[in-house]
Structures are given as structure tokens and as C-alpha cells.
């Protein structure tokens, strides 16, 4: 099945109203590469004015909380993202699992709030350095994706990212051959767990894409697309990202 490649950025805990001028240049290359989905996570405070400035932009946040409102000091619900102009939010990205102890239960539970509260959801999966090395990084990744897919995920509303979390922001990747077996491996869990409709959901790398390797990475199979950090901060280097994914 033929499936668009998506290129997302992901800002972390960087940027401000300033830095928001990068996005004119990115909703520009989007727009002259209609083939390819394009979309910003930023962080919460920016996601309005984000919106705001590039409207034909899909803007995101990085995460949201597994409830719709509450006692809950200092979270901030799907709902509330989605009234401040998100269209896609960030779930179970290794940094909240390692910095916020996030389980890939808490993940699957923050799906199914952005999905209730009609986002896109991007759910992050993948092994640390230790696991890899152990020979666990399958074993470790389809007991992720079990444990955090919702059992209604489709490719209208849900994609996979799988992220090695020592790629990220290392500058070190994966060979080819080894994120053809994990994108392979996934795959075959999501058609296990939801059927058919495994073939409608785009699967991202994440780790280290640059607009010089992602040309090669996006050319990986069932490779759907990228999700950026690093190189997502400054329209010249995620703009090239863009114009690899189009070209393919
Ligand atoms: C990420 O944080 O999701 C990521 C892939 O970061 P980087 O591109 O900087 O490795």
C-alpha cells in the first residue's frame, strides 16, 4: 500500500516567538512539496501563535496528558491543545519515558485522550543503547508497540515513530539493514494487533536525520517518513529533510 511520507519536526524545550520566523520558510517548502505531509511539534506556549502564523502548517505538541481536565497541576489536556490550533500530538517520546518515567501504558493512555479529542497521534517506540547491544532491540520494540498501540488505531489518525534512543541527538544511526528489520518488525506486530489496517499507518525513523542521510533513510522500506529534532530547529536544515522526502 502506497502511503505519504511525513517529515515532523520536534522542537523539545527550544524555540520562542522569535525563532517562530523558521516556520515560514518550512510552510513554504510544504507547500511547494504537496506529495509530502509536513508537521511542527512545538512546545505549548507556542503552539497558538504557531498556528496563528502558518496556518496550512500541521502544528503539534510534544505531549499531552491521559486526561481530559482535573486536578492535575501544571499538565495540559489534548483538549486543550487541540483549542489552541494542535492538529497532531507527541506521545511516549523516549525523553518524557527517561526524564518523566513514562510507561508505554501511560503512552497508549495519552493516545486514546488525543485521538478522543481528535488529534493525530505520533506514539514513539524504540530501545535504549543497552538493549541493542544485549540483542533485545526487537523484543524490547514489539513489547512497546503491544503495550501502547490502541486497539482502533488506523492510519487516519495514528502513526508510529520508532526512535532508537541512542540516535537521538547523538549523530549516530542505525545501519540500513537494521532499521529495514525493526520498520519490518513493527509492522508485523501492528498487523497482529489491528489486522489490515496495519498497512495504512505510516511508520517514522527518528535519530539524527539530517538533510545529508535522509535521502538514504527515507528510502528504507517501510520507512514512511522522519521525525526530527535536532535539524527540525532551523528551516536550513529541515527544509532540505523535506525536499529528500519529495524527491523519492
Ligand atoms: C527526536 O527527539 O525525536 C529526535 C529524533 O531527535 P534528533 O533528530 O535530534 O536525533
Known amino acids: 500500500m502506497a502511503r505519504r511520507k511525513l517529515v515532523a519536526g520536534n522542537w523539545k524545550m527550544n524555540g520562542s516567538r522569535a525563532a517562530l520566523a523558521e516556520l515560514d520558510a518550512v510552510a513554504a517548502a ?13 512546545p505549548f506556549t507556542l503552539i497558538a ?8 502548517l500541521s502544528i503539534g505538541a510534544e505531549d499531552v496528558h491521559e486526561r481530559d481536565s482535573g486536578a492535575h497541576t501544571g499538565c495540559v489536556s489534548a483538549g486543550m491543545v ?7 500530538t507527541i506521545v511516549g517520546h523516549s525523553e518524557r519515558r527517561a526524564d518523566q518515567g513514562e510507561t508505554s501504558q501511560d503512552a497508549w493512555a495519552k ?16 530501545e535504549t543503547e543497552a538493549e541493542r547491544n544485549a540483542g533485545r532491540a526487537e523484543r524490547v520494540v514489539q513489547a512497546q508497540i503491544e503495550k501502547s498501540v490502541p486497539d482502533n488505531a488506523d492510519g ?13 541527538g547523538t549523530g549516530r ?7 529495514a528489520s525493526i520498520h519490518a518488525i513493527a509492522r508485523a506486530k501492528l498487523r497482529m494487533l489491528i ?5 495504512g ?16 533513510l527515507l528510502a528504507v522500506e517501510n520507512v514512511d517518513g522522519a521525525l526530527v529534532g535536532g535539524a527540525s530547529l532551523t528551516a536550513a536544515k529541515f527544509v532540505p529533510i523535506i525536499e529528500a522526502a519529495a524527491g523519492l
Not at 49 to 56: F, K, L, S
Not at 82 to 88: D, L, W
Open 49 to 56: 501563535a504557531a498556528a496563528e502564523r502558518v496556518p496550512d
Open 111 to 126: 493516545a486514546a485522550a488525543a485521538h478522543r479529542n481528535g488529534l493525530h497521534v505520533i506514539l514513539c517506540c524504540g
Open 82 to 88: 487541540k483549542e489552541a490550533g494542535a492538529r497532531f
Open 30 to 42: 510544504a507547500n511547494a512539496a504537496p506529495q509530502v505531509d509536513v508537521a511542527m511539534a512545538v
Open 195 to 199: 489486522g489490515d489496517a496495519a498497512d
Open 156 to 168: 487516519s489518525w495514528f502513526t508510529l515513530a520508532y526512535e532508537p534512543r541512542w540516535a537521538i
Open 173 to 179: 544511526t542505525p545501519t540500513v539493514e537494521e532499521i
Open 201 to 216: 499507518v505510516r511508520i517514522l525513523y527518528g535519530g539524527s536525520v539530517t538533510g545529508d542521510n535522509a535521502a538514504t
